[in-house]
Every structure is written in C-alpha cells, then in structure tokens.
C-alpha cells in the first residue's frame, strides 16, 4: 500500500537523530547528548500560572491568531530586544517554532520554487519545504570560517526560481552566530535580488560572549523578513509547543491563512503558560543562559584538547559540532561505536548536510557533572577507537 503515500511525503527517510534515539534505548547509563531539548524543566510559577488559568476557563478555542493578551505581551517584548517596533499584528502564534517554518513555506512556496540553506543546517527544514511542494539548494559552510553563511556562495546559488533564502542564528547544529557584516552582506543580496528572508532564531536569547542581531532590523529588510521565534529552547517550554512568526502584513497574513485551517488556533492553555513565562524576571533566563555558556565552554575545552578534534569556540544555542574527520572514519560510524564502547549518544554530522561529513553534534542538555563523564568517557573511547 506504500506507494499510496504521496510523492512529497513518502520519500522521506527517517532522521539519523531519531535513529539515534532509538539505538540508545537499548544500553543503560547511557549519556545523552543527542537530542535538543533542554533538561530544565519549566518553571514552577509558569506551570502554576498555566493550571490556574485553565481552572479559571481559559480551555477554549482562542484567536487563531494567538490570545491577545499573549500577543501584546510578546510584542512588547520583542520591542525591547529589536531595534525595528513590532506590533501585535505583525505576529503569528503557532505551534512551536515548527508551526510557524511549516505555515511559512506553505504561504510561500509554489511547486519548484527554490530556496537556499546555509548548511550544515536544521534537518526539519527539508520536509518544510519539501511537504510544501519546494526544492532545497544548500550553501555550504566551513569551520574554518566559524560556519558563517558566505554570501558570495550564496549569490552563485539564486537561479530565477530562487524565492526564499533561509538563515538561522544562532545555529543548530554549529552553535554559529551569524556576523553583523555577514547579516549587512545577507540582507543586501536579498534585497538586490529580491529574496523573502525566513530568519529562524528560536535560540535568540542563548548566545555567549556575542550579540544575537536580526537580519531584520537592516534597512529594507522588515518588508521582506519573516522571523521564527519558539518558548521552547529559550524559555525551557518545549512541550508546551508555542512559537511565533513576526514580519510584515503581506506574508502574516498569508501565514494566519494556513494555520487558521490546520490548527484553528494554538493551545490555549499553552498560551497562557507563555504570557506567564514573559512575565518572569529576567534574571530566570538569564541563570539557565548562564549555565548552557558554562557546559558549552566545558565540553569546548576539553574537545579542544583532544589529538585529532577540531572545534569551533561556541558562540551560541547549546550545540557543538567538532569535526572528527581526522581520527578517521564518517561521523555515522563513530557515533555508532562511540554509542555501543563508551554509552555516549552524539549526532552524525552528515544527518545536517554534506559540510557535516566527518563532525558530530554535542547538545549540553545534561549539567556539568554528566557533561565532565561523558567527555572523559569519549576521551578513553578516542584512544582505542584511534588504535
Ligand atoms: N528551528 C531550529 C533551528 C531548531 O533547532 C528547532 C528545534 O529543535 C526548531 C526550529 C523548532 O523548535 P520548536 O518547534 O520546539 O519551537
């Protein structure tokens, strides 16, 4: 019956991430950095706020735009942190930043319309764009240039069916923040060559020792950027399953369009848990913003010193993505024996674009004792995988 699937869906294989998942359930102290999805818990005020709210009725249909309150709340404090006003109608509530990449290249994209990724890059973006009838073109980027988008390469790749270039800083899987020159060069290009611009930023608040800056606060570019925003990685709420879209009239309403008829509106008890989390002191976020610098510097540190890795200083999101080419073997290999001789879990770099092969992905979603194991177990692993 398989060949019942639509061509759009069915050829998709399953993530080498999910594989990953699945292959670890089968050790036991197994150390896992495989998967994105931060050990904090929601906070206890947020959860609280979130079951009073839905004792007290919020358990209806909302908007499909989002609950009001949680609009005005997120412009507000949007507006704090970006240079360009944003106002409430110039937001999306969705399902998780997933919900708004998804609704974004639905409104966007027609069947064969382009659109270039800086890779190595967030897997999902393929089924976005596939599921919505466009072909991905991807721009490779290096670790010798901090794995920043090169604009040069980009341009080279626009064909006249190139319709959205899409970029995220800070970067899952690199842990890249774009450059402020490259983010100029970036908004430029799409301007001269009239691109849309979805920037996905849903790590904006975990950078470390760098500025998170918005493609979208260039000159020019608010009319034709759309950003992607999430509770879930800054704010610990990745169950919750709220994101948001924010750019301008045209493609919010486009965007409202499709989620209205897939989802008719977000969570709303969801809702209220974010209106609560922007309601937190700042100093909440800025502790758990802390601890992910404090592990990624650790795991930076120690992968630095060991023969044989390369790896790029983390600027931002919780990922490192140190290239192990040189101890020989594809990153699929070594994360399989690394899994079954020492009970670490990794990601194959190759599961993020061909720039990938020969790296693998380290998210610190485990604290700094666990994360100080499994790089001592990984450092014993490196001496008799070498061998
Ligand atoms: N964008 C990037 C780069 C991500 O890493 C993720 C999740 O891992 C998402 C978007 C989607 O996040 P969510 O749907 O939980 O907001």
């Known amino acids: ?69 949680l609009l005005t709340a997120l412009a507000a404090n949007l507006n704090q942190r970006q240079k360009l006003a944003c106002a409430p109608q110039d937001l999306v509530i969705t399902f998780g930043g997933m919900g708004a990449l998804a609704a974004a290249f639905r409104a966007l994209l027609d069947d064969g319309d382009e659109v270039i990724i800086p890779e190595p890059f967030f897997p999902d973006y393929t089924s976005h764009v596939e599921f919505s009838g466009g072909v991905c073109v991807f721009s490779p980027t290096r670790i010798e240039n901090g794995f920043a988008p090169e604009p040069e390469a980009i341009a080279a790749a626009i064909t006249p069916r190139t319709k959205v270039l899409l970029i995220n800083t800070p970067c899952n899987p690199t842990g890249a923040v774009i ?27 975990l950078t470390f020792g760098v500025a998170h800056q918005s493609i979208r606060d260039r000159p020019g570019m608010a009319e034709r950027t759309l950003v992607i925003g999430s509770f879930s990685k800054n704010f610990a709420m990745t169950g919750w399953r709220i994101g948001w879209a924010l750019g301008p009239r045209w493609l919010v309403e486009a965007i409202l369009n499709v989620t209205t008829h897939n989802t008719s509106c977000p969570n709303s008890v969801s809702q209220r848990a974010a209106i609560a989390a922007l309601a937190q002191p700042e100093a909440t976020w800025e502790a758990m913003r802390r601890e992910f610098a404090a592990r990624c510097r650790l795991v930076h540190e120690r992968l630095a010193a060991m023969p044989g890795v390369t790896v790029a200083p983390p600027q931002g999101s919780f990922y490192l993505f140190p290239r192990i080419a040189q101890i020989g073997g594809d990153g699929r290999r070594f994360a399989l024996e690394l899994l079954d001789r020492a009970q670490v879990v990794v990601v194959p ?30 450092e014993r692993f490196l001496t008799t995988y070498r061998a």
Request: aromatic residues 4%.
């Open 1 to 69: 019956m398989r060949e019942k699937l639509s061509r759009l869906v069915g050829g998709h294989a399953p993530s080498l991430i999910r594989e990953m998942f699945q292959r670890a359930a089968a050790y036991e102290d197994v150390i896992s950095l495989g998967i994105g999805d931060p050990d904090f818990d929601t906070p206890e005020p947020i959860c609280r706020a979130a079951l009073a709210d839905a004792l007290a009725g919020h358990t209806h249909y909302t908007q499909s735009q989002g609950d009001p309150e």
């Open 179 to 205: 450059p402020g020159p490259t983010l100029d060069a970036l908004a430029e290009l799409a301007i001269r060559r009239d691109l849309v611009v979805i920037s996905d930023e849903v790590y904006d608040r």
């Open 349 to 378: 770099g190759e599961a993020f674009g061909p720039s990938g092969v020969g790296c693998v992905r380290l998210a610190c979603t485990v604290g700094l004792e666990r994360l100080a194991q499994a790089m001592d177990r990984l």
